[in-house]
């Protein structure tokens, strides 16, 4: 979760609260702990992500990576591997298919995984990426 986001959720929280509290400087007060709680959450968040990619241990370190990774053999498995194989045994075994995968989860996660990784390049082309991960 990146700042900006938690600007919209001040924001609609904020307007709520105005509704539900009609004292202003108690409202404003209210508003002033959702936001600094919701803002330190999300600092920690970033100094845990820091951590876990720092860490030498792969396990700890490489699990964004194996995600990655995972995708990557799925494809390769599902649109190169799989059809040779099945060609290859409709000639010699035509007794023996491979399976085929149902990608559409596995599409899913890939596409947050690139999303993220364009979202971050943006970030850094316009120079308003706030920290190294």
């Not at 951590?51 to 053999?73: D, I, K, Q, T």
């Not at 943006?122 to 706030?130: N, P």
Request: contains cysteine.
């Amino acid at each position: 979760m990146g700042l900006p986001i938690i600007g919209d959720v001040i924001g609609i929280v904020g307007n709520v609260i105005e509704k539900i509290i009609p004292d202003k400087s108690q409202a404003a007060e209210m508003k002033h702990e959702i936001a600094m709680s919701l803002v330190n959450s999300d600092l920690a968040q970033m100094a845990i992500n820091k951590e876990e990619a720092a860490h030498p241990n792969v396990f700890v370190s490489g699990w964004r990576p194996a995600v990655g990774w995972v995708c990557v053999l799925a494809l390769f498995f599902n649109y190169i591997l799989s059809p040779i194989v099945n060609w290859a045994c409709a000639i010699w075994y035509p007794e023996i298919t491979m399976p085929s995968l149902d990608i559409s989860e596995l599409m899913t996660l890939l596409f947050g995984l690139l999303g993220m990784g364009t979202l971050r390049s943006y970030d850094k082309a316009q120079g308003t990426a706030r920290h190294k991960i």
